[in-house]
């Protein structure tokens, strides 16, 4: 744990005791701060004081006694509406605070040998960060991985080396100062605006970590080429990257970066491309989109100081991310792949990119614009196995491109594709371009969810 020393002998309100907000909760104590913790949700309150912390309810409190009021990243601060305890605090003239701001000035105050890579974007996030990690410890590196993709970042150990951190966008707004030392923006599409307001507020909030950080790194495919040439004119140093059809598109990276040209990678140093490493049979980095998250990975290790062909070298090494094209069986020549974390259009496309032949398992709670936008993936879908709230608005987008099947639930879903794959052949896809919430707690619990459906599956037919 890495205590919060630098507000010691202050007094903030902690609101939001999920998993960060109690480790958040725990390092404050830890380093001297009088804390006051609350949620609405009165078990995590009960749960809270159960281990120790000090509770109250602040919808009661004094906010003008409070030195900061701390919130957790799935509080709104903006958008549909300030949550009350944001209202309070800035009707108090106290600051608003997150996780990653408390740990970032932790970082620079006492730990400078510390050393933070940030990574954010819309998609591929969670990919990159778990890759740069499993990079840095293969090359013999201290690193430590945490943030959004699952570990809360005050829950790392305060000892030298590499921080390698998932931001979100509900983190970055809440820690309007974090300066990494590398800080990655993969790429950029609408996502979350009912908590940013409007797409140009979500892109500022993930254009600001890069524009603080000493180095970046930036994507060049997906809306933020503009991001990278307008820093670079102002003199920070920035790596880009991308994704190719041939060697004449490097000459988008610039000076410097790491591009894919199909499964070959090329460092760009000095203007000059050189081939550093292959992607070529990995299975946990198939597809277009895993290329931009090896080539953020390389070049986020170029900027700690790595050889890039030395980081290229340990990508075969990678494992892949749970809930992302996730490999979770095969029946025969019918393989199981549960995608569980691609909960808006966008973060599908990449799976149904993937695959010749899909059984899309699909829906949920639908995102603003639903799946209209995958409709030229629709070549490769034998069939989409519509579940949840999402199944009304995804029939009507879907009709006369692909043939839907409503299923209702996950395990009805699964039923179906198993059987007309285990006939026709193709891959099942769990890839639901939706978020959870209508039938499950969070996108983990869906494809939990999904692997155990498919492994009580392949256990019948094997028995």
């Known amino acids: 744990m890495i205590a919060v020393e630098h507000l010691a002998g202050c ?34 309150v009960e749960g809270a004081s159960d281990q120790g912390l000090p509770t109250a309810d602040l919808r009661v409190a004094d906010f003008a006694a409070f030195d900061a009021l701390v919130l957790s990243p799935g509080v709104p601060l903006t958008h549909p509406a300030p949550h009350w305890t944001v209202e309070r605090a800035r009707a108090a003239g106290v600051p608003v605070l997150g996780d990653v701001a408390l740990f970032d000035a932790e970082r620079r105050d006492r730990l400078p040998d510390m050393k933070l890579a940030a990574i954010t974007g819309t998609n591929g996030k969670s990919t990159t960060t778990a ?20 570990r809360p970042v005050l829950d790392l150990d305060p000892v030298p080396g590499a921080a390698v951190v998932e931001v979100s966008s509900y983190q970055a707004d809440l820690a309007p100062d974090l300066a990494a030392d590398v800080g990655c923006l993969i790429n950029l599409s609408p996502d979350h605006i009912d908590r940013h307001g409007t797409f140009e507020a ?186 949840g709230e999402a199944a009304d608005l995804f029939e009507r987008q879907l009709a006369g491109l692909v043939p839907v099947v409503r299923c209702g639930t996950l395990d009805a879903a699964l039923e179906a594709a198993a059987t007309a794959a285990r006939r026709e052949g193709g891959v099942v896809l769990l890839s639901p371009a939706c978020a959870s919430f209508d039938q499950f707690r969070s996108f983990e619990h869906r494809g939990d969810a999904f692997r155990a459906l498919v492994q009580a599956r392949l256990n019948r037919e094997s028995a």
């Not at 890759?131 to 699952?150: D, M, T």
């Not at 909030?205 to 524009?211: D, G, I, M, S």
């Not at 597809?287 to 986020?300: D, E, K, L, P």
Request: hydrophobic share 50%.
């Open 202 to 387: 979500y892109a500022a909030v993930k254009t600001r970590l890069v524009a603080n950080a000493r180095q970046a790194v930036i994507g060049v495919d997906d809306g933020c080429a503009a991001i990278a040439d307008r820093l670079a004119r102002h003199g920070k140093p920035v790596r880009r990257i991308g994704v190719f059809d041939d060697l004449a598109g490097l000459a988008a990276l610039g000076p410097a970066g790491v591009g894919a040209v199909g499964e070959a990678l090329y460092a760009v140093e000095g203007g000059a491309a050189r081939l550093v490493g292959s992607l070529a049979g990995i299975a946990s980095l198939r597809g277009a989109h895993n290329a931009q998250n090896a080539a953020a990975a390389v070049a986020m290790a170029m900027a700690l100081g790595h050889d890039a062909a030395a980081a290229a070298a340990t990508l075969a090494g990678f494992g892949g991310l749970a809930h992302r094209m996730e490999e979770v069986g095969r029946d025969g020549c019918v393989l199981f792949v549960n995608d569980s974390k691609a909960t808006n259009a966008a973060s599908a496309l990449p799976a149904l990119s993937s695959f010749e032949r899909i059984h899309w398992i699909a829906g949920g709670v639908a995102k603003e614009g639903g799946v209209a936008s995958l409709a030229p993936s629709a070549p490769r879908i034998a069939s989409a196995y519509l579940i």
């Open 11 to 44: 007094r903030a309100a902690v609101f939001g005791l999920g998993g960060s907000g109690i480790a958040t909760a725990h390092a404050l104590a830890a380093g001297g701060t009088e804390i006051v913790c609350f949620d609405d949700d009165r078990a995590r």
């Open 131 to 150: 890759l740069l990690g499993h990079v840095l410890s293969a090359l013999g590196a201290s690193a430590q991985v945490g943030g959004n993709i699952g």
